[in-house]
C-alpha cells in the first residue's frame, strides 16, 4: 500500500489534479481517493484501473515498485490485486521497462464469476495465454474460450472479460500499451 500510494500521489501531482478532480474523473469518492493516497485503503483492481485510466498511466505505474537487475517471483508469492467482481486476483510480474510499453500478469480465477474490465487506455492490444484450467475472455460478444495453451490477441480498449471455466484457471496475460 505504502508504494501504490506514493505512485498516487506521484501520477496526479505529475498531472496536475485536485484530490476532488481525480476522484470524479476516476468516478470514485474523493475519500477513498484520500484514504488511498494516505496507505490506508485496500484498493480493488477495478478501483486501481480507473485511476489509471483518468491518470493516462497504465495500472503498473500504480502498483508496481522499482524493480532490481535480477528478479524472481516465486508461485503463489507476488503481489496480487483481487477483484471485487469475480474470483480473480492479477498479479502483476513485470512492467514496462523505460523504452517498451508492456506489462505482464499472472490470473489466478475461479469459476463462477465474470471479470468485467472497462476499456483501457486507447491502442492498448490484450495478449492471453492459459496455463491450466479453461478460460473464456474477449471483447463483449467476441468472447473464446481456451485451454491450456491457447493464445488470443484482442483490443483492450474496449470493453472485454475474463470468466474461468474450469477450478484454478491460470493464465498469463501481457498488455501492450501504444
Known sequence: MEWIAASLKRERTRAGLSLSE????????????????AASGNPSVETIWA??????????????????????IRAGQGPGVAS?????????LSASPPGARRDIYQIRAEPDSVRAAEPHNPGTVEH??????RVKAGPAGEE???????????????????????????????????
Open 128 to 133: 492471453l495465454i492459459v496455463a491450466t484450467g
Open 84 to 92: 471485487e467482481q469475480a474470483s480473480y486476483v492479477g498479479t502483476l
Open 51 to 72: 485511476l489509471g485510466v483518468a491518470l493516462g498511466v497504465p495500472f503498473s505505474a500504480l502498483v508496481e515498485p522499482p524493480t532490481p537487475s535480477v528478479r524472481v
Open 144 to 178: 473464446a474460450e481456451l485451454g491450456p495453451g491457447d493464445y488470443m490477441t484482442y483490443r483492450g480498449d474496449v470493453a472485454h472479460s475474463y470468466e474461468a471455466l474450469a477450478p484454478d484457471t491460470t493464465f498469463v496475460l501481457v498488455m501492450q500499451h501504444t
Open 22 to 37: 481525480l476522484a470524479k474523473r476516476a468516478g470514485i469518492a474523493k475519500s477513498t481517493l484520500s484514504q488511498l493516497e
